[in-house]
């Protein structure tokens, strides 16, 4: 008897309940299928990572740059004026980092696309050297170093930029783009704590760098930059500037120069040969060297790299 009534319970679940059951769920998987992912481009790969941690699998997105590249000089291909005429974001930093993103956003003619600067509200560093900068050269007009990023403090202001735009174009999703920043927020925050605890015995904080990308990352990690080999990118140091550097590392005894993969590696060696100070490469791009694919790992690296090399 016993048996039977639970055979029946389990007719009438099969009968009766199944049958309620299972058109909501055909539905919700119907709604899925036809959600497509938000199609988003961005400048440079760090933004790409940033955009992917919030929107998760409800994003699709694509980097001009890969990392190789510097992001001051990059030409667009043909490719990247369809990929932008696609997009219903795009995502740049602004401040006249990516000088030939205007030209792109034009070319694509798209009535649709919404432009998002990650770098506004961010408080910016003035470069030294900006005062030299030749009038109609790339960065001028432009009071801020742009390479914001490198702080993860502004990183975070980022983050919050992007989190905004993907609720603005999905609001369905704002509750998981919230709790993906909140996540990676924390993320970051232990790895900040991290970061500080390995400097704690680096006594001799003073690196020589490539080019102006460091200035945010060394105030927020404590590094000293005494000087540039270039204020530009895609310029070359004088032959004069050079011997002032030569004669500067000797003196002040600098141990490390900061080079990138991004640029040329003779003027860097040449200074290195010269005065027998240590060649760190250090990326402000993800992706251009293992263990540097995500912002996480770049962070970590770049400093890691620093602490050891100053230690
Ligand atoms: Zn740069």
């Not at 990023?149 to 930029?161: F, G």
């Not at 990676?184 to 102006?212: F, G, N, S, W």
Request: proline fraction near 5%; aromatic fraction near 6%.
């Amino acid at each position: 008897m016993r048996v039977r009534s639970f055979m029946c319970i389990l007719a009438l679940w099969a009968v009766g309940v199944g049958p309620l059951l299972l058109p909501n769920f055909a539905q919700s998987a119907e709604t899925e299928k036809f959600s497509e992912p938000i199609h988003i481009v961005v400048t440079i790969p760090v933004l790409k990572d940033f955009v992917q941690q919030i929107g998760g699998s409800h994003v699709q997105v694509m980097s001009l740059l890969s990392g190789l590249e510097s992001e001051h000089t990059y030409s667009p291909r043909p490719s990247d004026i369809i990929a932008v005429r696609k997009a219903q974001l795009l995502v740049e930093i602004g401040l006249g980092l990516e000088v030939w993103v205007s030209a792109l956003v034009k070319n694509a003619g798209s009535a649709s696309l919404r432009v998002i600067t990650t770098s506004k509200g961010i408080a910016l560093i003035r470069d030294q050297s900006r005062d030299d900068v030749p009038e109609g050269a790339t960065d001028a007009g432009h009071d801020g170093n742009p390479h914001i990023w490198l702080d993860p403090e502004n990183a975070k202001i980022m983050m919050r930029h992007i989190t905004e735009a993907l609720i603005k174009v999905d609001p369905s999703h704002a509750a998981e783009y919230r709790d993906n920043q909140a996540t990676y927020l924390r993320q970051l925050d232990h790895l900040q704590k991290d970061l500080a605890e390995r400097l704690k015995t680096v006594a001799d904080r003073r690196i020589l760098v490539y080019h102006p990308a460091w200035p945010y990352f060394a105030r927020r990690f404590g590094f000293r930059i005494i000087d540039e080999i270039v204020t530009q990118a895609g310029s070359e140091p004088s032959a004069h500037h050079l011997q002032e550097l030569i004669r500067r590392i000797r003196k002040e005894g600098i141990r490390v120069i900061v080079s990138e993969p991004q640029m040329n590696q003779k003027i860097p060696e040449v200074l290195a040969r010269e005065t027998g100070a240590r060649i760190v490469v250090l990326s402000a791009l993800p992706g251009a060297m293992p263990g540097t694919e995500t912002y996480l790992n770049l962070l970590r690296y770049n400093v890691m790299q620093l602490a050891n090399a100053l230690s």
